[in-house]
């Protein structure tokens, strides 16, 4: 090895390391503000804003319309046309903006609330569509500014509203935050993607995507249906313990994709054999987490938290995460031999299948309900992956 290959070694490193810290930055930021409502209030505040969340999130996932994915290809083909592409596509999706406010007011939400949400909607779309910049220009460390100063100001906004904190309290410091950090990253990334400003609706941009949009659609369902379930079954308190509760495993199953992504390349050149070797290796990896962490989830949600959950929510907890570990190899492997439908029927399966379990659990077990049937699903998803991938093979294959 010379030393050009060790510092090309060390670089890439210290990329997904920064790439690391990035994506958990947003889950730690979550947990942080719940935790000081929560402290603060209740957690039946806490659980009336999660509503929010929930249905935040859903908008911005659909305005999102799979641009990353799809500009991450695109950009890398053209590097040349970075701040144009960018700034299409940003232009066409918010089209879709007029509709998604106006169904907000259809399903009733208090005109000054709503005023409040059309705001935070188009907040977070601008930041979410900032993120495919990031990504391709490595700007990890201003992400992680950005994200820190949303916070800060979130916090800030309310420790200032003492006693007085209420739903409306909580809004505004959210959208206060998201305010600040889309800000740092405009201004941070102007240069990349403010070059020329001439921007064009390109109505293609929206059906090439599709093919991304479906897939996100469908993972995103397997893996929040239950939380959405908890959103209308259960009562505010439990569903402000499940938000942060699931929003803690989830980010102990996302390490399965920060360990994975850097390698995605090399992982499509090997061979199919190579390839499966990987599974048994992430998924040894996926349960030693599982159990490694599970001191600190119970220090956290028992001992900062003052949940008082019983053994149960930790044990399901623990088979929630590690299905996914042995789940994303196969679905690369899948991915590599153009079978994107078959992941798609798969993970909506897997949602059908986490709903119908929400419905039937939450009303009986409530959080425990909830987990059991997220858990179900992934393990469900994790033996049809098992069953696709063992019966592809590559030309020539032998495996």
Same mark, same amino acid.
């Given at each position: 090895?010379?030393? /050009?290959?060790?510092?090309?070694? +060390? ?17 730690? %930021? ?11 209030? %209740?957690?039946? !505040? ?5 509503? !929010?969340?929930? +249905? ?9 319309? /799979? ?22 596509? =940003?232009?066409?999706?918010?089209? /879709? ?67 007085? @904190? ?58 929040? =249906? ?25 980010? @102990?199953?996302?390490?399965? /994709? ?34 490694? %962490? ?9 001992? !900062?938290?003052?949940?008082?959950? %019983? ?9 929630? +995460? ?10 690369? !492997? ?20 986490? @709903?119908? @379990? ?6 009986r077990w409530s959080i425990v309900g909830g987990l059991t049937a997220a ?7 994790? +033996? ?16």
């Amino acid at each position: 090895m010379t030393v /050009g290959d060790g510092l090309s070694m +060390v670089r890439r490193a210290l990329v997904v390391a920064e790439n690391t810290a990035r994506n958990l930055a947003v889950p730690a %930021s979550n947990l942080a503000v719940s935790y000081v409502v929560i402290s603060a209030s %209740s957690p039946e !505040l806490w659980g009336r804003f999660a509503v !929010l969340l929930v +249905v935040v999130g859903l908008c911005v996932h659909l305005l999102a319309w /799979g641009n990353k994915e799809y500009l991450l290809r695109a950009m890398s083909a053209d590097p040349g046309s970075v701040a144009a592409l960018w700034q299409s596509s =940003i232009v066409t999706r918010s089209l /879709g903006l007029p509709a998604v406010l106006l169904a907000l007011a259809v399903f009733g939400f208090a005109p000054g609330q709503l005023g409040w949400l059309a705001g935070w909607i188009v907040l977070a779309f601008v930041f979410q569509s900032l993120d495919v910049v990031v990504l391709y220009a490595h700007r990890f460390r201003l992400a992680i500014a950005a994200e820190i100063a949303g916070l800060a100001t979130t916090l800030a906004v309310i420790l200032g509203s003492g006693a007085t @904190l209420d739903e409306g309290g909580v809004i505004t410091a959210w959208v206060a935050g998201v305010l600040v950090k889309t800000t740092v990253l405009l201004v941070g990334l102007a240069p990349t993607i403010g070059d020329g400003w001439s921007p064009r609706v390109e109505l293609r941009h929206l059906r090439q995507t599709l093919p991304f949009v479906l897939l996100g659609l469908s993972g995103m369902l397997q893996s929040r =249906i239950d939380l959405f379930a908890m959103a209308f079954l259960a009562e505010p308190a439990d569903m402000g313990r499940y938000q942060v509760t699931i929003g803690i495993y989830i980010a @102990l199953q996302a390490i399965a /994709g920060f360990v994975m992504t850097p390698f995605v390349r090399e992982f499509y050149l090997r061979s199919d054999a190579e390839t499966r070797a990987v599974a048994p290796r992430l998924t040894a990896g996926g349960a030693w987490v599982a159990v490694v %962490s599970a001191p600190a989830v119970w220090f956290v949600l028992n001992g !900062l938290y003052h949940f008082d959950f %019983s053994w149960p929510v930790f044990a399901v907890g623990a088979l929630l +995460v590690v299905p996914v570990y042995r789940s994303l190899p196969r679905v690369y !492997l899948l991915y590599k031999h153009g079978r994107e439908k078959s992941v798609v029927l798969v993970s909506l399966l897997g949602a059908v299948v986490n @709903l119908v @379990l929400a419905v039937a659990l939450i009303p009986r077990w409530s959080i425990v309900g909830g987990l059991t049937a997220a858990a179900a699903s992934q393990w469900l998803t994790l +033996v049809c992956y098992e069953i696709l991938a063992r019966n592809e093979r590559s030309p020539g294959s032998t495996s």
